[in-house]
């Protein structure tokens, strides 16, 4: 992406810089799109790890870089501008979990697992993990997981080493691995109880909203090369960014990632100042998957648009932006499992608390 | 060039939280007292002078502007936190509104200081009702195409021609509008035209109300015939106007009123469906709610830069766009849920006839104030597409 200058200049935040750098010289979309053997792959992920990014949310003192929660979600929307198949975000969650317990993260790519809503892992009395979980990502890269367990004392966090999971390789609509990962009485590295309000919710909504920022920026680049690309195709005699309708739909798409960016970073900042989790901060994290898959699928379908069929080529850097954008949706409760239980939040409160809690802050 | 676009998350400060319980509390005895009914929508309809006074002795009229003239000096944050409170509880702010937002900020910036001293007050106080003269019959949208004429004479100008589509002509004291003062020129079509402010209820001036399809009078067609307006209600540059229209906009397109005018039947539903809803309903509100939420926080963050003193006209014309569809939507997507809302429940009639005026109400919204299509018009211009 001959942008990426703008974004690096843009950047106000140590982190994002570091990272925008390192994308920029080592994960070039086009370059990257090319490489049938994702030989880039692993000089990116360790030129991330000796910056210390994927850890970003762990403290010094437990292996981490002790980034805020702040810069880690900041780093997340500059990845999404990069949309790059790597286990980062994923990383950063499981670091930020395990943390949560105290626990030492060890080098490596790392995921977090459940991933949806509706699996659970189970502990039993001797501490063997035990459950399946669909739709885990980078499952098949990760050299440990990160997992939230439910036993007869409540809730456990676990390190545990990879190998001893049975794995069912899948893709999800970006092919990115996104896999099945059943545990058998596995024994875990570690274990350790979750503090008071962390629980399967409190992950989702954290898993949510990394999401989030990765869709918004993948929208952000969306609009970038489709602005660019409008600018340049000639059709009818004339640049189809003269276009009216061409012009229409771009103001839209602008919209969609506008709306986006908003609510992804309203909900990083909500999370990142909570002291504690309350309806406020469900109803941002909550909003926030919501908005941003609603606009990948409308964003997306315009930015395709725009393109015609050289967009739809599998040479063309587009799809790797909007498959992406697509299948992050589903990822740690799709935007219908929010909506339902934001409307169920919506509906116990009662009528006349839903502006008090839209207008809380 | 999404460097432009960036909503920063802005948040209310607690000056802001207290603010908002005053006018809460107020909002309410208001309704204790009978002065409006927050289930009945169509505030448009009622002209409510009394309420328009206590708004102004509460020092919420004009409360970002300048002490001297009648403000308080407070933070367009807290005229936010004002105005969605006054939304959502469908308070009646015909007679107002118009004036704070919009027509006050033109003469702070362009009318001579005996004028501010005068009228600016009065604003303050909930005393007079302004409107807009900016649309005629053969030129909407395209502003630059006004005809109705300021002819100079001795001491002023007379004007002759016709504005239309005047929401509260007929109670306004004041109009601001823009009449032609010299042809366009080849070079500059939006050339020629010259803002004005105008007495109202004067000779030289009839107003003819006009019926909409919501069963409303609340627009009009407004009739110049040699009417005089003197030299000193000239405001701002003669024959310069077209520079002075866009920073308007700002303050014009992004508040909560460009997404909260059909929430009520939001409200309603919610009240419909009760405690326990079903997936469907669940799902519905669910996703209104986080729409909903989403445009707030745009929106607010708007009103963050222009507390410090920018000028977002792209990200105000994304607020309206994507506020204004999903205004115009929403009764009809409250009603697709509604079908599905129990026989039993209490509140039936009165959804119902919520949804009855909010669906009339619908196509308006995305008309009034700039329309859609010039609203992407003017974000296409800032992605650098025309």
Known sequence: MAKTGNAVAESDNIVVETAEKIFADLADPQTINNDKTNSWQAPLWQALSEAGLPLSWVPDELGGSGASLADGFALLNAAGRFAVAIPLAETMLAGWLLAQAKMTSP?????????????????????ALSGRCRGVPFAKAARHFAVLAHGPDGVSIALVDASKG???SGLNVGY??????????????????????????????????ARSLQIAGALESMLDISVRYSNERVAFEKKISKFQAVQHNLARLAGESAAALAAATSAADAIANAKTF???????????????AEAAEKGGAIAHQVHGAIGFTIEHILHRYSLRALAWRDDFGSESHWAVELGKLVASRGADELWPLVASR | MTAALRFDPI????????LRKEVRAFLAEEIAAGTFDPHKPNREDTDVPEFSRKVGAKGWLGMTWPKKYGGQERSFLERYVVTEEMRVANAPTRRFFVADRQSGPVLLKYAPEHIKMDILPRICRGEICFAIGMSEPNSGSDLFAAKTRATKTDGGYLINGTKIWTSSAHIADYMIAIFRTSPPTKENRRHGLTQFLVKMKQPGIKVNPIGQITGQ???????FTDFFVPDDHVLGEVDGAWKQATSELAYERSGPERFLETYYVLTELVRAVGPDPDTRSAEGIGRLVAQLHTMRRMSVSVAGMLQAGKEPVVEASIVKDIGTVWEQQLPH??????????????????????????????PKLTIQGGTTEVLRGIIARGLGLR
Do not use: W
Not at chain 1, 107 to 127: L, N, Q, W, Y
Not at chain 2, 217 to 223: K, T
Not at chain 2, 352 to 360: G, S, T
């Open chain 1, 278 to 292: 309350d309806d406020e901060v469900y109803l941002e994290a909550a909003s926030a998957k919501i908005r941003c």
């Open chain 1, 166 to 168: 049975r794995i069912e």
């Open chain 2, 11 to 18: 948040r209310l400060p607690e000056t802001c939280e207290q």
């Open chain 2, 333 to 362: 997507r409250v009603r697709d849920l509604a079908a599905f809302v129990e026989e039993t429940a209490t509140n039936r009639e009165t959804l119902e006839r919520q949804l009855d005026f909010a669906i009339k109400t619908a």
């Open chain 2, 217 to 223: 009078y609340e627009f009009n067609e407004v009739v």
């Open chain 1, 176 to 209: 990115d691995h996104s896999d099945t990962v059943t545990l058998d009485k596995v024994q875990p590295l570690a274990i350790e109880a979750a503090p008071d309000g962390v629980d399967q919710t409190r992950l989702m909504l954290m898993g949510g909203v």
């Open chain 1, 107 to 127: 080098e490596g790519e790392m995921t977090v697992m459940p991933a949806s809503p509706k699996d659970r892992i189970t502990v039993d009395a001797d501490g």
